[in-house]
């Protein structure tokens, strides 16, 4: 037990975002229509606690579609999939949901929109990250992929007049930013996307951290490590003056030690993290001398999206479920 009485910084925005969320319900609900087991291609979105309760009631998740008995249900991920991934569904008579974020399926539009005018495009991204892997499907042979500063010096194209960016999700707005200017140093007639890729809840959640980041000795950021947008949290909180910051699934995963000699604690969560995790840091904290919370607030959220159309009824939404 700390013997000192520190504060806490609590960001706002945190936590699930509106794909995250429509996603989780979309699950919660064909499980309600379906009943089990509801087949869900990779994890719904990249949370540990989330894809536990679900496989508590009764969602199997796989790697692909050729896992999935013939016939069945199968919800595809927050993080979208290439049309590949619908033709393979398609041959094994899967009842597909779709559960992919409006806003991924947004820079889906995008990618064919340029490679059908004939545009190289240059998807800055994680090699590997199943959105970039979802993106990249859609134009395979107008698509390629940036994924750090080796990538900026080799990559080529072919009319350097017709090309443009596109990007994930839920990067670091600022190491895109620098890697757009890389890119254009090489290519000063680099394209910019018609709107921005990096969505309104990575935006935010970067920013409230932004905000409290430099008041900080340590920041607590709630997510797992195969969470992009979390991890990136991590480097922003460090980046922007955090003495400290770690990353960790649950409450207990917090090491005492991180707590020497730390006046400010700043909490955050990934937009894959169901609050009921940052509840359970908040009580910890408070119990080792951090009872005081003070949010620190960037952006007002507001966005719901409509279920997937597979799921729509004239039902009401019910509230978000915390999983
Ligand atoms: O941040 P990631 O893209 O790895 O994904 P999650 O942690 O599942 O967060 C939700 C984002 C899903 C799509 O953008
Ligand atoms: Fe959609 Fe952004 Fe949430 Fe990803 S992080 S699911 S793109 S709102």
């Not at 989780?24 to 009943?35: C, D, Q, S």
């Not at 979208?80 to 992919?100: F, K, M, N």
């Not at 820079?107 to 340029?114: G, N, S």
């Not at 009921?276 to 408070?286: I, M």
Request: net charge negative; charged share 25%; hydrophobic share 40%.
């Amino acid at each position: 037990m700390a013997d000192q009485r520190g504060r806490v910084l609590l960001a706002d925005p945190r936590g699930y975002c509106a794909g995250v969320d429509r996603a989780v319900v979309a699950v919660e609900r064909a499980l309600e229509i379906h009943g089990a087991p509801v087949y869900v291609r990779k994890q719904i979105v990249h949370n540990k606690h989330v894809v536990a309760t679900l496989e508590r009631r009764g969602a199997v998740f796989v790697d692909e579609t050729d896992e999935v008995p013939e016939g069945s249900v199968v919800v595809f991920s927050a993080h979208g999939v290439s049309p590949v991934v619908h033709e393979e569904a398609a041959a094994r008579q899967l009842r597909t949901i779709d559960a992919t974020c409006p806003l991924v399926t947004k820079v889906h539009q995008e990618a064919r929109r340029f490679a059908r005018d004939d545009y190289d495009i240059l998807l800055i991204g994680h090699r590997g990250h199943e959105e970039v892997e979802g993106t990249a499907g859609e134009a395979p042979e107008r698509i390629q992929l940036v994924d750090g500063a080796d990538d900026v010096a080799t990559v080529r194209v072919r009319d350097p007049e017709k090309v443009v960016w596109l990007s994930q999700t839920t990067l670091s707005v600022d190491e895109t930013l620098a890697t757009v200017d890389q890119l254009r140093h090489r290519f000063p007639g680099l394209q910019s996307p018609p709107s921005d890729d990096i969505c309104y809840a990575t935006q935010n959640r970067q920013q409230a951290v932004k905000q409290m980041a430099a008041e900080c000795d340590l920041v607590v950021v709630v997510g797992s490590t195969n969470s992009s947008n979390s991890v990136r949290l991590v480097e922003v909180a460090l980046e922007s003056g955090a003495r400290a910051a770690h990353l960790v699934d649950f409450a207990a995963e917090i090491d005492p030690a991180w707590l020497d000699g730390v006046g400010t604690v700043g909490v955050t969560s990934g937009a894959s993290v169901p609050e009921v995790l940052v509840s359970e840091v908040l009580d910890w904290l408070a119990e080792r001398g951090y009872p005081d919370v003070e949010t620190v607030k960037a952006a007002e959220e507001r966005l719901v999206f409509a279920l997937p159309r597979e799921l729509r009824t004239d039902r009401p939404r019910p509230a978000a479920d915390p999983a």
